[in-house]
């Protein structure tokens, strides 16, 4: 299969001020983590991209819609996978 087109993410950035230090930060794909936390049976499970302050290590929460898909997908394939669920302890 060959790739015709794909949105490219190496100069993507997210500008955020901590609300703990007040430092203004550029968080990078690098710093990126992910979380998937499922839902019970009754409802849906949800995913958190969040990152840490490199002054205070606050958590920082990131807007999914201020990542790019293609992004997220790469995100998704680093990170460890995190649950809630009770049967995975």
Request: aromatic share 8%.
């Given at each position: 299969?060959?790739?015709?087109?794909?949105?490219?993410?190496?100069?993507?950035?997210?500008?955020?001020?901590?609300?703990?230090?007040?430092?203004?930060l550029?968080?990078?794909?690098?710093?990126?983590?992910?979380?998937?936390?499922?839902?019970?049976p009754?409802?849906?499970?949800?995913?958190?991209?969040?990152?840490?302050?490199c002054?205070?290590?606050?958590?920082?929460?990131?807007?999914?819609?201020?990542?790019?898909?293609?992004?997220?997908?790469?995100?998704?394939?680093?990170?460890?996978?995190?649950?809630?669920?009770?049967?995975?302890?």
């Amino acid at each position: 299969m060959k790739v015709i087109k794909k949105e490219d993410t190496s100069n993507w950035g997210y500008k955020h001020t901590c609300t703990g230090c007040d430092t203004e930060l550029l968080i990078e794909a690098k710093d990126v983590r992910h979380q998937r936390f499922d839902g019970d049976p009754r409802e849906p499970g949800y995913d958190k991209y969040t990152a840490s302050c490199c002054e205070c290590s606050g958590q920082i929460i990131i807007p999914e819609s201020k990542i790019p898909k293609i992004l997220r997908v790469e995100i998704q394939n680093r990170t460890k996978r995190y649950s809630t669920s009770y049967f995975d302890r």
